[in-house]
């Protein structure tokens, strides 16, 4: 599982790899829910056009580490 650091800024790089594996392109929309204390998120597809369909794919729990939780 990949790790990455917020920015000061509160943006995050999306490693390559998951970027790959879901094949992510600049402009790409994430859906992110939260549940307790975890996150995931959805690729969110544009279904206006004819021929998209509702694709979407969801990531293994994302989570927040902290030491001793």
């Known amino acids: ?6 920015s ?3 943006r ?3 490693p390559k790899e998951v ?9 790409d929309r994430l859906r ?5 204390r975890t996150a995931r ?5 544009d279904t206006d056009h004819p ?7 969801d990531a293994e729990g994302l989570r927040r ?3 001793g939780a």
Not at 41 to 45: E, L, P, S
Request: aromatic share 10%; proline share 2%.
């Open 32 to 36: 992110f829910v939260v549940e307790g």
């Open 8 to 10: 000061r800024n509160y």
């Open 51 to 57: 021929g998209h369909g509702a694709k979407s794919a």
């Open 12 to 14: 995050i790089t999306i």
């Open 19 to 27: 970027r790959e594996q879901f094949g992510l392109k600049p402009g």
């Open 41 to 45: 998120f959805t690729v969110v597809r």
């Open 65 to 67: 580490e902290t030491d």
């Open 1 to 6: 599982m990949a790790t990455v650091t917020v």
